[in-house]
């Protein structure tokens, strides 16, 4: 096991760079997600770490070795693929035992170790099979099993669940997170589902268009996004964001309604106004620091009800945990708690 | 009414279709010199006589030997070198890959003809006329490029992970193509040999030219001799083409799947 | 950082190390492309750079002394030789025969067996046994029905009332054109079948359901259903079959003997009627060219077209 630094790295293919320049450390048995939408690089930076992308400068570490020029097979890195990659011609015991063999490993010994890990997986019955004959779920967990059998300085998974049905994918998120509670090896994982990232990762990092928008704890994140992406990014269903000017009572909308701010700023400046669908109150109409607002549609999921408002053409959207007694069409009011505002101008977060 | 006509225009189709081999074998099986008397489709006293002479009054046996080594030779030593080219071709994206794909088709395009006249005039100066060497190196030009563009078909149809996969498991680059992605295009190396094993047996224009010896030449020359020579008489022609055409007709029904749906990804015979 | 480690550079015998770079370094290139590369300018790259020289020079078997000079006599020639450009229109008409013969007949074929259940493998297989002929021996039984006097055509045309005379498939100038395209679409039309069926099995039959449903009759539908479908598979088949036409050669050489000219006749017939290897050369090479243009129309053709699947 390892700690995984990546310093100043950068990709290009031919003279577009799609990664530009990006810091990441991993400490040592973390869980760390990447998370970001499609195309953002997180797919790239986990390939130059895995050694089947070239790195076009900069460094990746991994415990005390720079592996920049590395060849995959002698990095000591595994990997779970998207589509599980999984050898057809192969039986499920010999795709488990396939980096103990080509190690050169005693066939008695692969034989003990497939065993073993089959155990842990929970496919002692199927590894005779072939993986055309099973199921989603349990190519999943073939392919985990090949990536711990010879116990790697660290995992690297791309995407793993997004073949998988809904849920299924929770199942075997929880699985995944057992696995690496029990042995504990430094984990990249790379998603575009946030739910993902929120739920597994010790540690997320944001990525877009091939920078690091944001790194910390989920909670960290959720609870103070460094900027407008990450905000919206973070948290389903997303955050609230009003643009508006900065005024003596708060944030003013161009209409002239009010957003109200724990203390007033000094500034008069353009800024952006977040606030989390589950920090809005229903208040009276006409309740000052309100916004007015048609309902258009009521969803309630049991646990929580869901409003979706819309204001001057812009949707908003609250959560409850009481269940509220509000119809499509009904005009009301809603009122952000001040203490979880977040207040944003341009790329930098203000409070 | 709409059914019975369709039937009526595909059984039309059909024996349009397929009375030339009908005749060919009928042909084959009349009694030399009587094909000429046939006033009837369907046949009367049949015989083998025609097959028997072949290998009795003509070198036929020797002829169809020479191709078969000609065609494993050219087609084998295509394959192996095909492949690692095929394979270069789908997965390492160097510079001037896309050229060297356009050569590669351009090359197997190329009219036999506008190879035939050079390589006799190189053959004529490297001594390689009259030799089965000169045609097995003519055929490879033939084969080669076919067997590039095919595997590197049959390679791109792999998920590329797979080999992703191998590298982190312990593989070069070199192990993951011999462990994981050579065992998964097997069927499709197999079809690349048929083909490449046909195109050398069906060409009669190298062997015809290159070779003057009648006993070095393969099934595909002999059996133009017999247009000439024998050209009134029908039936050892017919005979001699059933011969040659059976080994292919035979390959082509057996890897039928295989065979079409390789000319779909490699698009040519 | 200085302290660090820098991986992959431990002391390693040279060997070790060269295989290292071979087998899973940049290496891995060059081992992979070199033989191919080496095999390919052996076979194919030097009897086409030897075809350009040849076309510069005067090699002449039957007069040994004019070889040896550098020029343009050859192309010269070429551009004011009225049979080498009647060779090229042959070509062009045997090339456009073949093309639609094979198409016509092909599409045909496809759509009567496309949904056929019942023999369905036997049907196929009639259709597809053509193309397992080699052109070798489709030349050999059509020379044999194509025959004047004893030839099976010949024979059934006369059992018609009208008809008295033989008539001269091969011989007749302006027949024998013709009569050699039928071969070659006999040879070649199940490549469009096999392209055709499977396009035609790719339509979803709920296209067929929606228009039947709309009001389409059956013509209509194969217009406005089908043929939209088929539209990509039928332009790949056509510059297939162009190239295959062009490239023709078996069939026409047997079955006249060499005496109906298309290029690629006559690029033979240059080098061994005439002996002239340079002129023949020159024909090779204007062949090339022509080939040349028709795979790049095919590779346009299919990589845009594999480019727009990869981004759909």
New interface residues.
Partial sequence: MAEIRINRLRKAFNTFEVVHGIDIHIQDGEFCVFVGPSGCGKSTVLRMVAGLESVTSGEIVLGDRVINDLPPKDRDIAMVFQNYALYPHLSVADNIGFPLRMRGIDRTIIRKEVERVAEIIGLRDLLERHPRQLSGGQRQRVAMGRAIVRDPQAFLFDEPLSNLDAQLRVEMRTQIRELHQRIRTTTIYVTHDQVEAMTMADRIVVLKDGRVEQSGSPLEIYDRPANPFVARFIGSPSMNLFTGRLGEQGLVLKDGAVLPLVRPFGSHDEAVYGVRPEHLDIVEVGTPGSLEAVVAVVEPTGAETMIFARRDGQEITATFRTRPTVKAGERIALKPDTSAVHLFSGDARLN | MARIL?MA??VA??IV??F??Y??IV?AMTPLGF??Q??TIIPTNLTFDNFASLVVERPMLRWLWNSTLVATLASG?SLV??L??G??LSR?N?RGSYI????????Q??????????????FKDLGLLNTIQGVV??H??LV??LA?WMSKGFFDSL?E??E????????????ALW??AM??VTPGLAAIFVYGF?TS??D??FPR?FVQSENLWTA?AG??S???EYFTL?EP??AA?II??LP??VL??FL?RRM?SG??TG??? | MADLKIAGAPKRSLLASVRENLTDGPGFLWLMMTPPLLLLALVVGLPVAKAVMLSFDRVVLTRPKLAGDFTFHNYIRLFTDIDAWLAVLRSCLYMSGTVFGSIVLGLAAALLTRRIVRFRGLWRSIFILPWTMPAIVAAMVWGVMYDSNFGILNQLLRMLPFVDANVEWLLNKSIVLPALIVVQVWNEFPVAYIFFLAALHAIPEELYEAASVDGASPFQQFLFVTLPQIKYVLAVIVVLLLIFGFRAFPVIYLLTGGRTETLTVATFNAAFRAYDFSYAATLGVLAMFVSLALVLIYLHLTLRRGKADAAS
Avoid at chain 2, 100 to 107: G, I, M, T
């Fill in positions: 369709h225009a595909l189709l059909a279709v397929a030339p081999v005749w060919m042909m094909s000429r046939i006033t030593i070198i095909g690692s080219c394979y270069a390492l160097f060297v794909l356009v050569l590669v088709l351009a090359s395009m190329i009219p036999s003809t506008s190879i035939l006249v050079p390589l006799y005039a190189l190196i003519g490879i030009s080669l490029p590039i998920p992970e797979l992703g996969a191998a590298r982190l498991d312990g593989c070069s680059r070199l192990g462990f994981v065992p998964l046909v047996w069906n009669f224009l030219h595909a059996l133009t017999f247009r000439g029908f022609q017919m083409s040659f055409a292919v007709v082509f029904f039928q079409v000319s779909l698009g040519v015979k």
